[in-house]
């Protein structure tokens, strides 16, 4: 069983920055891939971005070249560094886990998920 707790939201103008942290709990966080969705409201859940168990990276195309993705396997810490941020990067954004993975660009594949943080980009 993973618990993932995030943090790291909040409120912020239109070009501004965030960096979220999901912090995982148990002892085989290097084996897990790791993947920031988000859902603003009215919207479907959508992917953000994924690091997998090996240190790829994978990126949405509307944040790609604005948002980072790395992992702290010892500290067992997915980070999304959010710059340049929009106001359609509104929404909660959500940490999820799983267990090696393969196409980890799917919300179903991963089978532990946080309780998500708020991020509000307005002026």
């Known amino acids: 069983q993973v618990q993932l707790v995030e943090s790291g939201g909040g409120l912020v103008q239109p070009g501004g920055s965030l960096r979220l942290s999901c912090a995982a709990s148990g002892r085989t966080f290097s084996s897990h891939s790791m993947g920031w969705f988000r859902q603003a409201p009215g919207k479907e859940r959508e992917f953000v971005a994924a690091?997998?168990?090996?240190?790829?990276?994978y990126y949405a195309d509307s944040v790609k070249g604005r948002f980072t993705i790395s992992r702290h396997n010892a500290k067992s810490t997915v980070y999304l560094q959010m710059n340049s941020l929009k106001p359609e990067d509104t929404a909660v954004y959500y940490c999820a886990a799983v267990l090696w993975g393969s196409n980890w660009l799917r919300d179903l594949e991963y089978d532990y998920w946080g309780q998500g943080t708020q991020v509000t980009v307005s002026s």
């Open positions: 690091i997998n168990w090996s240190g790829t990276t």
